[in-house]
């Protein structure tokens, strides 16, 4: 079982990008997308359908989608998505949970949805696709195909990238992070109390 999301939003391209962001960050199977691109195309749409989660252009086809609020009521997580600052204000007064500037990338909505996950149903196990990951004072979007193996060392959670050999740090716990990757690729040694998840190619 995973999200219904709904994207509201009348540019292709937006949609595509956002929809995505969200399949690196979960995987395909546990999102399901539906995109509306007008105002009463959205209307019906909540009305007749339950979403786990929502996100919202504010300039539409046919008006601010702040004129979907006098016809619904929405009670599950909304995040607007737009290229304006100026409604940020009116967003929040409206259920925002966030409001994400366009153009937004995978590292920013990456940290909204890490403190929105408690607030969605739970899914079933998923493995990760991507994994962000401290860069200095910057946060970086780090691929799983780039990573040779993980390691856990002075309370920290450390993925090392194959080309460059850096260590990044993730904000994980070794035992939560056995659950998110492909068993048939990484298991785990003890040695030295050094846990670490290696590849199989690498053995």
Known sequence: MGWNILIVEDEDWAFVGLKEMLTDLYGDS?????????????????NKHHFDLIFMD????????????????IDVPLIFTTAYEQYALEAFQNQGYAYLLKP??????????????PLLPKTEPRLKQRF???????????AIADIAYFMAEDKELYAVEKESGVAYIIEDSLVHLVTQVDP??????????LFVLIPFSLC
């Open 104 to 117: 937004f990338d995978v590292e920013e909505l990456a940290q909204i949805m890490k403190r929105l996950e």
């Open 30 to 46: 546990t999102l399901t997308f539906t995109n509306t691109k007008e105002i009463q195309e959205a209307v019906k749409t909540i």
């Open 58 to 73: 504010i300039h539409l086809m046919d008006g601010l989608s702040f004129e979907i609020f006098k016809q619904v009521s």
């Open 184 to 193: 048939f690729v990484f298991f785990k040694l003890i040695e030295n109390f």
């Open 132 to 142: 962000l990951v401290k860069y200095g004072n910057f946060l970086k979007s780090l």
